[in-house]
């Protein structure tokens, strides 16, 4: 059971800050709060008092979401939900419909923040490979000596290890930039224990962009979790395929480079299996939704893998 | 601690109350404002049957902390049937009978009523996937499905308001009609009250301090900084118990709370009763138990070993229960079989996962009767047991059955309403306690694990000649029913199936494990489990079809068990046809014909659940468009 003092929820950020600087380490910054309360609960971290509960969903510049024509910024506490329901963030962010679709149920997902996902720095987090693959830049921002001081960091440099970020003291999450790739296909391939409302066992986000022609891959993105500590890009795997043509074989051997790269704590043997899959199918449904030629890709491969 | 000024809209009228900060949304609604439609089911958002709205958002009040919904509108179940009359969504619930312990429906009909607000038109795969968040365990999905579909259609006009009403029946029959049960409306808006929702004038709460060991003697509990502590009403340990402890099913062999000993992880030591839940909480961090930790053992088959750890001293072989049945000459049975097969099956322990977690509200009325309320299964005995456990006369002793929010056999143990009536009974005033998910899931029993070892002789037309069953069963650290359900696998080790010569033995042993006891089927799943993919094995190493084998094997009318009980009626036969030819089974043996297979991917067949049922109705929007 999680208890508290005092629950705050600053208007702006000058009052966040003036309340982080008044509680310094007395208090936990609180968005969907999803995660936070189940893990207050017996066989987790059990009966938890924390002083004070900084609430930062009410907070403008945690807020703001703007769509341009090369990044996309999005707020820190903007609700996965968003994913869903903005035409334009889903155009612009092609693998993350389908993402936002795994990430949760319909009740958490309206709850649930993008910032919240990143900060708690799960290696199964599956919004955060979605936006590795789009080169996602997580701006923070601390008060120190009156000013407030921002910075950016690459988001798979500031997630470094299980729950673990380079968020220092006092500081906050704003948001995160990250390119917009509207004529790519997207697609998000995730594995758990049941189908709604599970923790990856794995997931890929792949996004493909073809040539004019429909048959030679002109860009490709690719960002895997839950095998290992972090999410992983897989820019080797990138560079094979960058040029080259959509055909069933340059997939088969695009599929088996990252298989290698499991390393996580269990369950070995069967995530490799899962991610040689994954690729496989990942590339078909990208590529076939950035309008891949309907003879490219061969029709029993796509059937074992759709 | 400042509380918070809250001020919302509920259900269409303006509140402001005073709420604790860190207070969710499901504890402020049901607690302070008695709104009690909305569950608590597993306080940890994967339920779902907390579900309310929150400016038009449904969200699970769970994981919602009070202060998030400041000015908020917020709709609870109770908001849609608001004067009596049941929404077009509750009255489809009544219609299909989605709705059998109702524990999880409050939530189903407001994911439902999130659905259809949000796309009326959802197909059943979009309805499929927007309830994806809520988890029911016994009235099955399809109903529930079938409920919204038909409320979407009736929205939408596609079919009349008469849909909704209950079918038409001739007197008198019923069977393979759709009849609406009696009980739905209460549970579809809400009203009705199971026992964590009950509350009484005065009522203290109350909570347990379990054992973190497996097996310990406890040398000393002290209670007295527990007992001096602002706001606590009472304390109790096994010290409190007047009359002769023990209970159980067959062998009274546990203690209200532990006595002198523990013998597994969750086991109740001593229980609080308190003013509010925190207090009682904080109560219990502050009673000194010390333990002297023993040897334990988990595994059945390690506490059958001479030397192994013994939990209770009537049984110093560990062994809870043996059933044996003898009949024929086994022996004589496998040297005339033409083939003998052995195999070892193990089936694993199970939870039961009701909805609803265990709760009970007790107290001793105006005529010292002492009376708990309780979703149990096994009221008469359980008061028989307890006037003997309090020592008072059967006719101070009243159990009243709460609605059961789902039990499957796992509340069929009086597990914690003797705390209840012990602090009742100490504090003179009604006390109430509502288990935590993970406290029902520590504590209460469990489905016995299995380890069976079964031989089979056959001949080579199919028929069996011999069976040979060793089933151990881990039974946990108490009796419970462990009894009965060996006997209950004993009795259907050989399933029905005429079979001259036959030797069972069904062993329940005492480990330290969490106490197996009833589920249903109560034994009969992990001995079937054994014949049935045996007899499977079996076919195909004689090359028989396995729907042959169970035919040639076959009881009929008139057939005697292996334990004597004549069968008037037997429908095996009956049901082997019916099942044959509802799954289109590919006769042969069953060996791997993969996907030449004529009986998969049929098109009558349920496919897999895929995710995505939104974005192919956007895409297909879009194309239309």
């Not at chain 2, 604790?20 to 302070?32: M, S, V, W």
């Not at chain 2, 028989?384 to 499957?408: N, Q, Y």
């Not at chain 2, 299995?450 to 881990?474: A, N, P």
């Not at chain 2, 289109?584 to 049922?613: E, F, K, Q, V, Y």
Request: charged fraction near 25%.
């Amino acid at each position: 059971m999680l208890t508290c003092d005092e629950y705050i929820t600053p208007a702006s950020l000058d009052e966040a800050f003036d309340a982080l600087a008044a509680h310094r380490g007395r208090y936990r910054i609180v968005a969907g709060a999803t995660d936070t309360l189940p893990w207050a609960r017996e066989g987790r971290a059990g009966d938890v008092h924390i002083p004070v509960l900084i609430d930062v969903t009410k907070i403008r510049e945690l807020r703001d979401i703007s769509v341009g024509d090369k990044r996309v910024r999005l707020g820190a506490v903007t609700p996965i939900q968003r994913f869903l329901d903005d035409k334009n963030l889903a155009r612009s962010l092609p693998a993350m419909p389908r993402c936002a679709v795994w990430f949760a149920d319909d009740q958490i997902r309206a709850q649930a923040t993008i910032g919240g996902n990143i900060v708690n720095a799960s290696p199964a987090a599956d919004a955060t490979p979605c936006l590795i693959a789009h080169e996602a830049e997580v701006e923070l921002a601390k008060k120190a000596g009156g000013q407030i001081a921002r910075r950016r960091l690459k988001l798979d440099q500031f997630v470094i290890g299980p729950n673990r970020t380079m968020l220092e003291d006092g500081e906050l999450v704003l948001g995160v930039e990250c390119d917009a790739l509207p004529n790519y296909g997207g697609s998000f391939e995730k594995v758990g224990h049941r189908r709604s409302l599970v923790i990856s066992l794995a997931c890929l986000a792949t996004l493909v962009k073809l040539d004019a022609e429909g048959r030679r891959i002109a860009d490709v993105r690719l960002s895997l979790a839950g095998v290992g500590p972090k999410p992983l890009r897989l820019k080797s795997v990138e560079d094979f395929l960058r040029g080259g043509p959509v055909t069933a074989e340059r997939f088969d051997q695009a599929a088996e480079m990252p298989v290698s790269l499991v390393d996580s704590r269990t369950r070995q043997e069967y995530r490799r299996e899962v991610v040689r899959g994954f690729m496989l199918r990942g590339l078909i449904n990208a590529a076939r939704a950035a309008g891949a030629q309907p003879d490219v890709l061969a029709p029993e491969l796509e059937a074992a893998y759709a | 601690m400042p509380d918070l000024q809250f001020k919302a809209t509920i259900n269409g009228r303006k509140i402001s109350r005073n709420a604790k900060p860190h207070q969710r949304l499901l504890d402020f609604i049901r607690d302070d404002l008695n709104l009690t439609g909305n569950k608590e089911g597993c306080g940890a958002g994967e339920c779902g049957t907390c579900s309310v709205f929150v400016d038009g958002t449904l969200v699970k009040s769970c994981l919602l902390p009070v202060a998030k919904a400041q000015g908020t509108t917020i709709e609870t179940i109770e908001a849609l049937a608001k004067t009596g009359e049941l929404s077009v969504l509750q009255k489809a619930f009544h219609k299909t009978g989605a709705s059998q312990c109702g524990y999880c429906i409050p939530g189903m009909v407001m994911a439902a009523t999130a659905a259809l607000r949000t796309n009326p038109f959802a197909d059943r795969e979009e309805i499929k996937e927007r309830l994806g968040g809520n988890i029911c365990r016994c009235t099955g999905y399809q109903k529930i499905f079938d409920a919204v579909e038909l409320a979407r259609d009736v929205q939408n006009g596609t079919l009349p308001a008469a849909a909704l009403l209950e079918d038409e029946t001739e007197a008198g029959d019923f069977i393979g009609k759709n009849v609406h049960r009696i009980d739905t409306p209460s549970k579809v808006s809400g009203r009705l009250k199971y026992a964590g929702d009950m509350t009484m004038p005065g009522m203290l709460h109350v909570q347990v301090l379990r054992s973190p060991h497996a097996h310990a003697r406890i040398v000393s509990i002290d209670t007295s900084a527990a007992e001096a502590m602002e706001g606590v009403a009472g304390v109790i340990t096994n010290a409190d118990v007047p009359g002769e402890d023990g209970f159980g099913v067959f062998v009274n062999d546990q203690p209200i709370m532990a006595r002198s000993t523990v013998r597994y992880v969750g086991e109740a030591v001593a229980a609080v009763a308190a003013e509010d839940p925190l207090i009682a909480k904080r109560a219990l961090s502050s009673i000194n138990v010390v333990y002297e930790p023993m040897p334990a053992v988990f595994d059945p088959d390690e506490a059958l070993r001479a030397g192994a750890p013994v939990l209770h001293d009537y049984a110093p072989d560990n062994v809870t229960k043996h059933i044996p049945i003898r009949v024929g000459d086994v022996d004589k049975g496998f040297a005339e079989s033409d083939l003998v097969v052995e195999e070892t099956y193990s089936t694993q322990q199970i939870e039961h996962a009701y909805l609803e977690p265990e709760a009970g509200l007790a107290y001793v009325d105006h005529d010292g009767v002492v009376t708990i309320v309780s979703p149990d299964q096994n009221i008469t005995h359980h008061r028989h047991m307890l006037a003997r456990i309090i020592a008072k006369p059967i006719s101070k002793v009243r159990f009243i059955m709460s609605p059961v929010g789902g039990g499957f056999g796992g509340k069929e143990d009086m597990i914690y309403q003797g705390m209840l009536a012990l602090l009742a009974m100490k504090t003179q005033r009604p006390v109430r306690l509502v288990f935590t998910r993970e406290e029902s899931i520590i504590s209460t029993a469990k489905r016995h694990p299995s380890r069976t070892v079964l031989r089979m002789g056959l001949m080579r037309d199919g028929r069996i000649r011999s069976l040979q069953m060793k089933m151990i069963c881990d039974g946990g650290a108490y009796g419970l029913s462990t009894e009965g359900v060996m006997r209950k696998a004993a009795i259907l080790a050989a399933g029905p199936y005429v079979i001259p010569n036959v030797r069972v033995d069904t062993l329940g042993i005492y480990t330290n494990n969490t106490p197996s006891g009833a589920f249903r089927s109560f034994g009969a799943l992990q001995t079937a489990f054994a014949t049935e993919s045996h007899l499977d094995i079996c076919a195909e190493r004689l090359g028989l079809d396995p729907f042959l084998i169970r035919r040639i094997n076959a009881m009929r009318d008139g057939a005697m068990t292996h334990t004597k009980a004549k069968l008037g009626s037997v429908s095996l036969t009956r049901t082997l046809d019916a099942l044959e030819k509802a799954s289109g089974w590919d006769t042969g043996a069953p060996t791997s014909r993969g996907a030449t297979r004529s009986d998969l991917n049929r098109p009558d067949i349920r496919p897999p659940c895929a995710l995505g049922a939104r974005l192919a109705a956007a895409e297909k929007q879009e194309a239309a468009e």
